[in-house]
C-alpha cells in the first residue's frame, strides 16, 4: 500500500520561502517509470498543478510556476520536496503530493489535472501566507 504523507510550515509571510517534503512509503521514489508531483488546491479553486520528478530524477514545471518553484528528491529517505520562493498571499492554498505510474508532465501555464490521474495521494497540508 503506498502512503504520502506531507509536511511543513503552515504559516508564512508575504516574500518567505515555502518549504515542503512528502515521504512516500510503500514505494520507492525511484520506482520504474513512476512520476511524483506537487499539486495545490486554493480556497474555492480547483487542483493547480506545481511540477513533477520522474523515476530518471528529471524535473518539470508548469510554467506558472517555474521561476518560483523548485523540486528534489531525498533518495535515501524516499522523499519529494517543495520550494517555492517569494509567495504571497496567493499562494496559500492545500498543498498536495501524489504519485503515480506512468509519466505526467505539463509545461504549459494550465495543466487539466484531476484526482483521477494519479492513484496515490497524501492527505494535503494547509499553507497560509500572510503578514
Known amino acids: 500500500q503506498v502512503q504520502l504523507q506531507e509536511s511543513g510550515p503552515g504559516l508564512l509571510k508575504p516574500s518567505q520561502t515555502l518549504s515542503l517534503t512528502c515521504t512516500i512509503s510503500g514505494a520507492s521514489i525511484e520506482m520504474k517509470d513512476s512520476s511524483w508531483v506537487w499539486i495545490r488546491q486554493p480556497p474555492g479553486k480547483g487542483l493547480e498543478y506545481i511540477g513533477t520528478k520522474t523515476d530518471r530524477g528529471d524535473v518539470y514545471y508548469s510554467s506558472t510556476f517555474e521561476s518560483r518553484a523548485s523540486i528534489s528528491e531525498v533518495p535515501s529517505k524516499d522523499q519529494l520536496t517543495l520550494q517555492l520562493s517569494s509567495v504571497t498571499p496567493e499562494d496559500s492554498a492545500v498543498y498536495y503530493c501524489?504519485?503515480?505510474?506512468?509519466?505526467?508532465?505539463?509545461?504549459?501555464?494550465?495543466?487539466?489535472?484531476?484526482?483521477?490521474?494519479?492513484?496515490?495521494w497524501g492527505q494535503g497540508t494547509q499553507v497560509t501566507v500572510s503578514s
Open positions: 501524489a504519485g503515480r505510474n506512468g509519466y505526467y508532465i505539463c509545461l504549459s501555464d494550465v495543466c487539466d489535472v484531476s484526482e483521477s490521474d494519479f492513484p496515490w
